[in-house]
């Protein structure tokens, strides 16, 4: 019974602020893909990327900064195989 509580109201919902006030719509699972592909890849190739330009700008004199510096490029490339293959899936739903 517990997991019937919701119903069909229970959905992702997006809230749109217009001078004409707030509206409510509910979000599509198409929808909710691409934004866990726009978060992915964001996360890919901002912070991983950055973290190996630092390591290689900054921490040469550690012994770790070579391998910090191949982990900051190969986890994005990864990140974006995966990442771009589940919205090429997702997108023809």
């Known amino acids: 019974m517990a997991h019937n509580f919701h119903g069909s109201n229970y959905y992702i919902t997006s809230i749109t ?7 409510a719509s509910k979000n599509t699972t198409k929808e909710i893909f691409w934004y866990i592909h726009g978060i992915g890849m964001f ?7 950055l973290i190996g330009y630092i390591a290689a700008r900054f921490l040469k004199h550690y012994t770790w900064w070579s391998l910090l510096h191949f982990l900051g490029g190969t986890i994005p490339s990864l990140f974006s195989v995966g990442i771009i293959i589940t919205a090429i899936i997702k997108s023809n739903l």
């Open 17 to 23: 602020i217009s001078p004409n006030g707030l509206s």
């Open 43 to 49: 996360i890919a190739w901002n912070l991983f990327v």
